[in-house]
């Protein structure tokens, strides 16, 4: 790991914020199993912190108890990832819808200055929390801080996903035509024409992260009906 852990106000909002990113990048597996005990020695905090933690991870389902195996990362599911991009298209209408009206010439080269960090050597973490930087200076300019929240929570389970299905090496060119096309959508103030081109986005990854969750759940299948 070499990000540096940096404590909020309190331990369990550090604890939470750190787990939580942890899992949102893929950088603990699903259905792996969290140690407490460890993982409040490698954070310098008590258990109590990382209890409380995992309560709210579990109410955001990124985590699942059971008696036997305690915490653990929540297995990627189809149905919660077929619904979660139902909602997300239900939302993302709405952002766009209040957010056009208002984009200003400063959001769009914020927009467009992302896609300088775009480089063959970009790591999928950093791919991961670009993409989402751009999309959200956009649904923030609708100034509905509630509709972001709720976007954010449903970012952070479709991001789990991107962690597994995005390429190693990232191709530079497709990438920067794919936002250009975006923000050149949005210059033109059309509100039909930016949901329709965000929506085709959103379905190209849906289908790359089923086939992520269908491929996941297969070799499941196969490890329990092979032999001892």
């Known amino acids: ?103 200003t010439d400063d959001v769009i080269r914020a927009m467009r200055a992302t896609l300088d960090h775009i480089s063959p050597t970009e790591t999928r973490i950093e791919r991961i929390e670009r993409n989402r930087k751009f999309y959200f200076l956009l649904f923030s300019a609708s100034d509905n801080r509630l509709l972001i929240s709720l976007l954010s929570q449903l970012w952070d389970t479709c991001d789990r996903y991107r962690a597994l299905y995005y390429a190693d090496t990232p191709d530079v060119e497709h990438l920067h035509r794919k936002y250009e096309t975006v923000i050149q959508a949005i210059e033109t103030r059309d509100v039909e024409q930016v949901r329709t081109i965000v929506s085709e986005r959103r379905e190209l990854s849906l289908a790359e992260a089923l086939k992520v969750v269908r491929a996941q759940h297969h070799t499941a299948a196969e490890a329990q009906n092979t032999p001892a």
């Open 1 to 103: 790991m070499n990000r540096k852990f940096e404590r909020p106000v309190t331990a369990q909002a550090a604890v939470l914020t750190e787990l939580r990113q942890r899992i949102i990048r893929g950088e603990v597996a699903p259905g792996q199993a969290i140690r407490q005990e460890v993982l409040a020695s490698e954070l310098g905090v008590s258990r109590l912190p990382v209890r409380e933690a995992l309560v709210v991870l579990q109410s955001e389902r990124l985590v699942d108890y059971t008696q036997h195996k305690g915490y653990v990362v929540a297995v990627l599911d189809e149905q919660d990832l077929l619904q979660t991009h139902e909602l997300r298209d239900t939302l993302e209408s709405i952002a766009i819808a209040q957010a056009i009206p208002k984009v």
